[in-house]
């Protein structure tokens, strides 16, 4: 994996340019940020504070920036989606779940918010030489177009599979298809796509190109990643998991994000952290049975 270097991530006051429901309660915020555009590696991540950053002239917070007493605490993770390095913008996606997400989604163009990033270990693409597929179920979607951006800039054929409950919680077809993806798409109900899990798609895949130099790039939730995980190591196919959870600082100090490492932690001597070692992992390397 791509070594972890400290010296590239910053605090940075960003403002936001545009914040638009993309699809039923998931949102995609852009952000112009030159310092994180001009050295985000595809499945690297941002850490938000979700409350608007602007004061006033004597520098301090006005009181109608800030969250109702006790709520959004904590920075919240985002992969970065999006990145256009001549116009120093990122963005990210994301569902709304809770209070942080929901008061998030309700800033417009013009809010500044604080960003720590970039932040974790990212994909490694340094030795692709066989057929490619994407993965994602859900506002997993969210690290493959940045990553998709990199396969077309070195000119790589890629297939992409996506999988969401429904139709209408589905994004990212489109724009991975105008990327060069070929892109699948299974819903849980049939309303899009072929009925059935993103999982039924990528098993055909691996049968499809078994006895390849095949690579698997994923993220989603962790019973979807335990899935695909299993579906690789049994088709001997590797697989880069990028995997969803919180992380309270960004960078290894509060150690809210242990990831059991496959040999066990007693070999490794510890856990894994997922916003140092990862997020993206390789599949076997980690351990999803507990």
């Known amino acids: 994996m791509p070594e972890f270097n400290p010296i590239k991530k910053g605090i940075f006051s960003c403002p936001v340019l545009t914040n638009d429901e993309v699809a039923r309660g998931i ?30 002239a004597a520098g301090y917070l006005p009181l109608a920036n800030c969250p109702p007493p006790g709520v959004a605490l904590l920075r919240r993770p985002f992969s970065v989606c999006e990145i256009d390095r001549r116009a120093g913008t990122i963005s990210i996606i994301w569902k709304i779940i809770g209070t942080g997400t929901k008061l998030l989604a309700q800033h417009q163009p013009g809010t500044v918010l604080s960003l720590i990033g970039p ?16 993965v994602a179920g859900g506002v997993g979607v969210a690290p493959l177009p940045i990553l998709a951006m990199e396969l077309a800039a070195r000119r790589l054929a890629f297939d992409v599979l996506l999988g969401a409950r429904q139709a209408d919680e589905l994004w990212g077809a489109r724009e991975l298809s105008t990327l060069g993806g070929n892109v699948k798409i299974a819903t849980d109900d049939g309303s899009l796509g072929e009925k059935g899990f993103v999982t039924h798609l990528l098993a055909r895949w691996l049968h499809a190109h078994e006895n390849s130099h095949a690579q698997v790039f994923a993220c989603g939730p962790m019973p979807m990643l335990s899935a695909v995980a299993k579906l690789c190591l049994e088709a001997n196919i590797k697989a880069q998991l990028a995997i969803e959870t919180m992380m309270g600082c960004g960078f290894g100090i509060c150690m809210g994000c242990p990831v059991e490492p496959a040999a066990g932690v007693e070999k490794i001597g510890r856990y894994y952290l997922a916003c140092l070692d990862g997020p993206v992992f390789s599949a076997e390397t980690i351990r999803f049975d507990r």
Do not use: C, H, Y
Request: no cysteine; hydrophobic share 45%.
């Open 27 to 56: 949102f995609l915020m852009r952000l112009r940020a030159p310092e994180i555009a001009a050295t985000v590696w595809p499945g690297q991540f941002i850490n938000v504070k979700v409350s608007d950053e602007r004061r006033d």
């Open 119 to 134: 932040l974790g270990r990212g994909f490694d693409l340094s030795n692709l030489n066989g057929p490619i597929a994407l």
